[in-house]
């Protein structure tokens, strides 16, 4: 929905500016080229946003080995997975299982594990790091959309938002605990289908 509401007014700032570059001052073109710029990284960013949270929809889950699956997804983690079947969406699973472990090194983790098992009718993984973990302010807003905690440029702040809106769209659940210097664990739990 934000995609496709913010879409016309960035095109008509994005058109404005392109226009106002004719007539203005040469010493002022630099900022209206610093303004297409960021209104196309704007786009960017919301034509990503618009297809991860898209991808839930319609990806046939397959059966695979619940170790091997994780293993391959995760191969910078310790891995401690059942060697069970799982019928589960595999690409949406991997990208999750990827974004966990890379929030995890982002946040100065040297060693993250990747627990994964088979209950009954879900798939539980979690994902444990010795990060530096988080205070109480930044876990409640962990999972918001575009809230990071990197430097300008280096995160738009939507890997844990991705996890939480796939959790909730696949009908499963997610969530995090974590205090300072204790690092972070993170649980999610999809519903699958035994082999």
Partial sequence: GAAHELAPPLSTILLIASELEADVDPSLRSELAAIGDEVHTCRTILDQLAVELGMGHGEAAETVALDRFVTDASPDA?????????????RL????????VGNAHDAGAAHVTVHARREADQVRIEVEDDGSGMDPDTLARACEPFFTTKPANEGRGLGLFFVYSLAHQLGGSFRLESSPGHGTRAFLALPCGAA
């Fill in 93 to 100: 699973l991997a990208q999750a299982i990827r974004r966990l």
């Fill in 78 to 90: 310790t891995i401690d997975a059942e060697p069970v079947p799982v019928t589960v969406p595999t």
